[in-house]
């Protein structure tokens, strides 16, 4: 027999869309947009090389403001870090101090889900790597050539990388079903709210009496609930465990804050996130 379940994702939300120019944002959802922001970045470089170009041009090419949350933020950050320090700083020698990261967040504090221990150390190694943040700022507009934040503040810049959040698909607009705050209402056993046999999980559900985190293990986990119970046929509730949060530095650096007093960072984190990251995508079926 075929059970209706629903476990779509979601897409990138673009805050104030009447007076952003996508254009110039850079998403991380799909491979071809990673390769994009390669590309775009190698460009930058290179128009900068050019003796013709001003020195005010220069220092729009090198501007990369990145607007985001949680820990992809931090991620890519260290990432693009270490593209350019790494990689770019050696092609092009002449241009390794010119260029600067700025990350846009929302909250006080880098990490914030994370414990202040962690988030310290984060935010001490972004200023060691002179990353600039941004705290308590929010985007309020998008324009050609700068990204215009709530405080009036106006960062220069030829293109920006957006990561600050998501809504539903059209599909899920679309069903006739409630949602609270895009997403699909469900109880305790993952079943749509007013239907019997319908069930919705991961990043497109919204448990009713305990809304969670839009997390890959939130969803790992209720998939492997749903599965248990269709085909046991027992009648339990969902109960999820938190396995604990990290987030990677860059090279050789990571913090990682786990259940209990298992709080990381560091070499030891890099390790403990890197031996989780591995042991995730091999006994997954995804093939690279």
């Known amino acids: 027999f075929g059970v209706p379940g629903v476990a779509t994702d979601e897409e990138n939300r673009v805050h104030n869309p009447s007076g952003t120019n996508k254009h110039n944002l850079f998403f991380l959802k799909q491979l071809e947009q990673a390769r994009s922001i390669r590309n775009r970045t190698v460009e930058c470089f290179e128009r900068a090389s050019s003796p013709f170009i001003s020195n005010e041009e ?29 990689d770019l700083s050696r092609w092009y020698p002449d241009l390794s101090d010119k260029y600067q990261i700025v990350v846009v967040e929302a909250g006080n504090h880098l990490l914030g889900a994370f414990s202040e221990n962690l988030s310290s150390y984060v935010e001490k190694k972004f200023k060691k790597r002179k990353i600039v943040t941004l705290t308590g700022e ?80 939130v969803a790992n986990q209720q998939g492997k609930y749903l599965g248990a119970a269709l085909n046991s046929g027992k009648d339990t509730a969902f109960k999820y465990r938190f396995m604990g949060s990290m987030a990677g530095l860059g090279t050789f650096d990571a913090v990682a804050d786990l259940p209990g007093s298992g709080k990381l960072r560091g070499f030891t984190a890099f390790l403990a996130w890197r031996a989780a990251t591995g042991l995730i995508l091999s006994l997954s079926q995804i093939k690279c």
């Open 138 to 217: 929010s985007v309020q507009e998008v324009q050609m050539n700068s990204v215009v934040l709530n405080s009036g503040k106006h960062l220069r810049t030829e293109f920006a990388f957006w990561s600050t959040g998501n809504k539903e698909l059209d599909f899920v607009k679309n069903m006739g079903v409630e949602l609270d705050r895009g997403r699909i209402v469900v109880n305790d056993r993952l079943l749509v709210k007013g239907h019997d046999s319908v069930f919705a999980l991961g990043d497109c559900a919204r448990i009713d009496t305990n809304p969670l985190a839009m997390l890959a293990q």
């Open 58 to 86: 220069r220092e729009r090419l090198f501007d990369f403001p990145y607007c985001g949350w949680r820990t992809t933020s931090i991620e890519f950050a260290s990432e693009l870090y270490d593209f350019l320090h790494h």
